[in-house]
């Protein structure tokens, strides 16, 4: 059965800072995804991870994933308040079921000035 | 393009009452997800489709129905509500690695 576990849940940093969160996955995984949803609304998606050693940036966001590891990280660059939000990182297994996405709990970042 | 669709977006029920969430996508998907999310928590999979006619149960199906007779529309239907179902229901499609949610279902059994 495949996990997925962030770290950490919660994350309170300053204006300017950098941090990563952190994405494990328990089994074989060809694709990761990670999502962003501010309080009452829909999940946006942010990234998608095909390969191993792929990265993505956008912004002060950049993802990256090594599937040897099967270990995901979303660092973030000199954060503002605009990124507090929680984040969701999001697995589908290799051969899964149809493509279902299994999430980890999130990680609520709170940027604060 | 509206992309997926969910109604209502907010609901209170009593125990014991029954009613339906409404999912339609325009974008011709044929994968289609039901999530819920409880408070400070990711999401879990209550049902899947990969087409009309073709479901299955995902993690969290016990207390929930689904039936997918066109491409386009995927109901939630909640038999016997209990407070355990109170959540937040997201309607999902797929196609290839993209995925699109909707804006969601905050339903509340009291």
């Known amino acids: 059965e495949l996990k997925v576990e962030q770290n950490p849940l919660f994350l309170s940093m300053q204006e300017g800072k950098n941090y990563t969160i952190y994405c494990n996955y328990s089994?074989?995984?060809?694709?990761l995804y990670w999502y962003r949803q501010d309080p009452g609304k829909s999940l946006e998606s942010l990234f998608v991870?095909?390969?191993?050693?792929a990265v993505k940036q956008e912004g002060r966001l950049m993802a990256s994933l090594d599937t040897k590891a099967r270990l995901s990280t979303l660092h973030i660059t000199a954060a503002v308040h605009d990124l507090s939000a929680t984040y969701f990182c999001?697995?589908?297994?290799?051969?899964?079921?149809?493509?279902?996405?299994?999430f980890g709990k999130g990680t609520k970042l709170s940027v604060k000035p | 393009n509206a992309g997926v669709t969910q109604t209502p977006k907010f609901r209170i029920l009593k125990i014991g009452q029954s009613m339906t969430l409404q999912c339609a996508q325009d974008?011709?998907?044929?994968?289609m997800y039901w999530y819920r999310q409880d408070p400070g928590m990711g999401l879990k999979l209550i049902y899947y489709?990969?087409?009309?006619?073709?479901?299955d149960k995902g993690e969290v199906p016990n207390g929930y129905n689904v039936s997918r007779s066109t491409t386009e529309d995927f109901p939630l239907r909640l038999e016997l509500a209990a407070p355990s179902q109170t959540s937040v229901y997201f309607c999902?499609?797929?196609?290839?690695?993209?995925?699109?949610f909707g804006s969601g279902t905050r339903l509340t059994v009291v």
């Open positions: 974008m011709n998907h044929n994968y």
């Open positions: 991870l095909l390969s191993n050693g």
């Open positions: 999902a499609s797929s196609y290839l690695q993209g995925y699109t």
């Open positions: 999001a697995v589908v297994s290799a051969g899964g079921s149809q493509g279902n996405l299994i």
């Open positions: 089994t074989t995984s060809d694709r």
């Open positions: 489709s990969v087409g009309a006619g073709i479901t």
